[in-house]
């Protein structure tokens, strides 16, 4: 590839088909329909060119193709790895490790300086088991491309913005995550990379674990005994960090933009408040990389792909990220 238009002010943008059971092109050409997001961004589409062609045909949405392949270089990078065909909807080792493909190239194409930033159509974590990755999603393959040791998940929605102390394992589990030094890390971590992302010094806010952040430990000890010393550290440090704060409360205060990001101690503590509040809008950002690396606030959804009914909302949303996040990088 690696032939960049110097007139064309636009950041490159490597989208990934993800899962080709799924949704991921459907909603792909949906978004890049849009002209403006395609005056704000220059997409590069990394996936299976017949499965694409095969997409907008089936959304009436071939001047789609005309106007990526229009572009020099081509605006879709075709690995071809779908051969034997796929049915939508199913779990298949061939899509799954199709899937891995297009992640690991979007790396590479980052890699070699033809594209500023990567944002990913989502993924089935079963197939991508199958395909022979054993990764439980996005996050820790692209550290493991990267050679990324720490690295945090977390969700753009508007001017809420939530960090991940944990992700994909059982809520016991998580719970035992839940001690000082790990938050502590967690918020020195948010501070120096968000800043960096944003421009900016920023704001946190750190979520308790319990009900009304346990009430000085009538409901629990972990807000006493494990994160309000974390809190305290840091902000000893000089980050502008406060907290803990009653989880039921605390997201809505960070939607309304009084603080810059939102702790949260396990996925769904996470991600309930964001869906709620902004799902189709809201993106999953994966911080401590060093590529800006987006994606949608949704999976695959099986149980509607290939009906050409899937909402594109995040996908444009995401992609925009992507964009606007590298031009910060660049200045």
């Not at 395609?38 to 694409?52: F, L, M, N």
């Not at 990913?120 to 050679?147: M, V, W």
């Not at 971590?189 to 009900?211: C, Q, W, Y």
């Not at 494990?226 to 939607?255: H, M, N, Q, W």
Request: proline share 4%; net charge negative; charged share 25%.
């Amino acid at each position: 590839m690696n032939d960049r238009n110097k007139n064309d002010p636009r950041p490159l943008v490597g989208i990934t088909m993800g899962d080709a059971a799924g949704i991921g092109a459907e909603i792909i050409l949906n978004a890049l329909a849009d002209a403006e997001l395609r005056s704000k961004v220059r997409p590069v589409v990394i996936g299976d060119a017949d499965a694409i062609r095969q997409m907008a045909d089936m959304l009436g949405r071939s001047d789609m193709l005309a106007t990526l392949d229009a572009n020099s270089p081509s605006e879709i990078i075709d690995l071809d790895n779908l051969k034997n065909g796929f049915d939508f909807g199913r779990v298949s080792a061939t899509t799954g490790k199709a899937a891995g493909e297009y992640i690991a190239k979007a790396v590479e194409l980052w890699k070699s300086g033809d594209i500023d930033a990567i944002c990913t159509a989502p993924i089935n974590k079963e197939s991508l088991r199958l395909g022979g990755y054993d990764f439980p999603g996005h996050t820790e393959f692209l550290a493991k491309l990267t050679g990324t040791e720490k690295f945090a998940m977390s969700f753009f929605a508007e001017k809420l913005r939530v960090v991940l102390l944990s992700t994909h394992m059982p809520l016991a589990e998580a719970i035992r995550q839940v001690k000082t030094k790990n938050i502590a890390d967690l918020i020195k971590f948010t501070d120096h990379t968000l800043s960096e992302l944003l421009n900016r010094k920023v704001k946190i806010a750190v979520a308790g674990l319990n009900p009304h952040a346990s009430e000085n430990g009538m409901f629990g000890t972990e807000e006493v005994n494990e994160i309000e010393p974390a809190i305290k550290a840091c902000a000893a440090k000089g980050i502008d960090v406060t907290g803990p704060y009653s989880p039921d409360t605390i997201f809505l205060r960070g939607f309304r933009g009084e603080f810059d990001a939102v702790i949260a101690h396990y996925h769904d503590q996470a991600t309930i408040p964001v869906k709620a509040m902004s799902f189709g809008s809201a993106v999953n950002v994966t911080l401590g990389l060093p590529l800006i690396r987006t994606s949608v606030d949704h999976g695959t959804a099986f149980d509607i792909a290939g009906k050409g009914i899937a909402d594109e909302s995040s996908m444009k949303a995401a992609i925009l990220l992507a964009g606007k996040l590298a031009a910060f990088r660049c200045k």
